[in-house]
């Protein structure tokens, strides 16, 4: 049974940085990713970012390429996400996930296997 941990949320001021953690409890399939989803308050959960079990594959929610980047330690069986230039739009709770490529990209969260608890991030503006 696999489980995901977050931390590295917080407060942070519009412009700055902030370093989300997953660390994963048990084996993740070779065939799954692992990545991000968010939520605000009143929204939907919306796909943030995802990578390949391998690595060498990543996708990004459009709201955040070039600001945000994903990438895995599989040794540490952790993944990360490194937010830099944050805006107040980027506040919500990030949850780590695990599942098949295809269905973080289609943003189907019904489908993915495994989620984290979450953890809070809020950007003042």
């Known amino acids: 049974q696999v489980q995901l941990v977050e931390s590295g949320g917080g407060l942070e001021q519009s412009g700055g940085s902030l370093r989300l953690s997953c660390a994963a409890s048990g084996r993740i399939s070779i065939f799954y990713a692992m990545g991000w989803f968010r939520q605000a308050p009143g929204k939907e959960r919306e796909f943030v970012a995802a990578?390949?079990?391998?690595?060498?594959?990543?996708h990004y929610a459009d709201s955040v390429k070039g600001r945000f980047t994903i990438s895995k330690d599989n040794a540490k069986n952790t993944v990360y996400l490194q937010m830099n230039s944050l805006k107040p739009d980027d506040t919500a709770v990030y949850y780590c996930?695990?599942?098949?490529?295809?269905?973080?990209?289609?943003?189907?969260?019904?489908?993915?296997?495994?989620w984290g608890q979450g953890t809070l991030v809020t950007v003042s503006s």
């Open positions: 990578i390949s079990w391998s690595g060498s594959s990543t």
């Open positions: 996930a695990t599942g098949r490529e295809y269905n973080f990209v289609r943003g189907e969260t019904r489908y993915i296997e495994v």
